[in-house]
């Protein structure tokens, strides 16, 4: 998947306008991010690409093993990138102020606990504990984070998950770096259902009538719903592990070329909420929905 152009961001975010009504709040948000995550590699480049050999790679995806590739990420490019992604939140919602004040008193401990690398765990332990001990919010850490991880990821991943034999991969997690997957799609000819990872970008096959989180494949117990006569944004969900995750069914749109599905999953949370609300948790533990709304709205 080649690196993320601007033309291409605003092209997807425009089309998610059109597909999805209730897209225009986050809308601002999502420019935001992509605009200043741009910026940054722009004038912080990454090139930095970890240790691959393609043989190996390729070997161990034909015994169905995940390779597992995490790299180590600078903790100065982790810092940097989300200083300008909180600059870029507060800019569109000045709301946010003593909350982004908080976050940045608790990068700068995060900072001095590190010297100058940091993995993806401490990463997400820095995110639960702003969410355990500050007033940012558990969609919006999730959005944040993700993000920040993904852009990171992406920077130095892309030009390797381009060669990996993902053709040969039938397993549910990312066979490059070992994620569980949020979404997926629905391939505009085949209608074959494809996974792709949150954090890396790669993406593989994956069998059709089959729990990409339990691998049920009692096809009575698998099932999938969508809102209000949109049929874009599927929820698949299993009544086995009573988990779920998000098709994106691009047969019924024209897509030319590669659809950012990142951007997809942000501007459908709605779904995620009707899946919570059935009582479905999201199977790749990435909370998009804070749980006072899940309540709130039950009753
Ligand atoms: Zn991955
Ligand atoms: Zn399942």
Request: aromatic share 10%; charged share 30%; with cysteine.
């Amino acid at each position: 998947m080649p690196k993320l152009e601007r033309a291409m961001w605003e092209e997807e975010i425009k089309r998610c306008t059109r597909l999805y009504g209730s897209f225009n709040d986050a809308e601002l948000f999502i420019r935001a991010v992509y605009s200043a995550a741009e910026d940054y590699f722009k004038s912080n480049p990454l090139d930095v690409v970890p240790h691959f050999d393609a043989e190996e790679a390729e070997k161990m995806i034909r015994a169905g093993k995940c390779i597992n590739l995490n790299p180590s990420l600078d903790t100065s490019a982790v810092a940097g990138l989300l200083k300008s992604l909180n600059e870029s939140l507060l800019k569109v919602n000045p709301q946010l102020k003593s909350t982004v004040k908080e976050l940045e008193l608790k990068l700068e401990q995060f900072l001095s606990n590190f010297a100058d690398k940091v993995n993806k765990e401490n990463v997400l332990e820095l995110r639960d504990s702003l969410i355990k001990e500050t007033a940012l919010e558990k969609d919006l850490a999730t959005f944040l984070f993700s993000f920040l991880l993904s852009s990171l990821y992406r920077q130095q991943l892309n030009s390797i998950n381009e060669v990996l034999r993902t053709d040969l991969w039938e397993g549910r997690d990312c066979p490059l770096c070992g994620e569980i997957p949020h979404f997926g799609y629905l391939a505009e000819e085949s209608g074959r259902k494809m996974l792709e990872c949150w954090l890396c970008g790669t993406e593989w096959e994956h069998t059709r009538i089959k729990c990409p989180y339990c691998d049920n494949s009692d096809h009575e117990k698998l099932g999938y719903f969508t809102i209000e006569g949109n049929e874009v944004c599927r929820v698949n969900y299993c009544q086995v592990c009573c988990q779920y995750c998000k098709l994106f069914d691009v047969r019924k749109f024209h897509a030319d070329g590669k659809v950012v599905l990142a951007i997809h999953n942000l501007a459908t949370l709605g779904h995620d909420l009707a899946a919570r609300r059935e009582g479905f948790l999201p199977g790749s533990n990435q909370e998009w929905v804070n749980d006072n709304e899940v309540i709130d709205r039950q009753d």
